[in-house]
Nanobody, 127 residues
Framework: QVQLVESGGGSVQTGGSLRLACTANGVTDNTMAMGWFRQAPGKEREEVAAIDTDGTTNYATCVKGRFTVSRDNARNILYLQMNSLEPEDTAKYYC?????????????????????WGRGTQVAVSS
């Protein structure tokens, strides 16, 4: 079983940047797709970004061009670089690992069975 631990959350002003990290412990995860999700109070959890084992990425429309997902397979770490943050980005961010495929250039192009989840890290963006 993969254990996922997020870090890097915090409070920033509009236009600021944060980099989230997710460390995967346990089973080697470089055969698994990885992703970032977020959930704001009163809203459903939404997928923000996903990355396949070969580095193929997919992003939610609302973050495309502002967020970048990457992974360091040697160190089993997943990253989410978040730039030009907006108050609407305020949420708890979760890391996930699963099995499936991620397609680039396709809306909702993440076809992954998400199996393992972290506990989340809070991001707050003030105006």
């Amino acid at each position: 079983q993969v254990q996922l631990v997020e870090s890097g959350g915090g409070s920033v002003q509009t236009g600021g940047s944060l980099r989230l990290a997710c460390t995967a412990n346990g089973v080697t995860d470089n055969t698994m797709a990885m992703g970032w999700f977020r959930q704001a109070p009163g809203k459903e959890r939404e997928e923000v970004a996903a990355i396949d084992t070969d580095g193929t990425t997919n992003y939610a429309t609302c973050v495309k061009g502002r967020f970048t997902v990457s992974r360091d397979n040697a160190r089993n770490i997943l990253y989410l670089q978040m730039n030009s943050l907006e108050p609407e980005d305020t949420a708890k961010y979760y890391c996930a690992a699963g099995v499936g495929r991620v397609l680039a250039g396709v809306v909702s192009g993440s076809f992954v069975e998400w199996r393992d989840w972290g506990r989340g890290t809070q991001v707050a963006v003030s105006s």
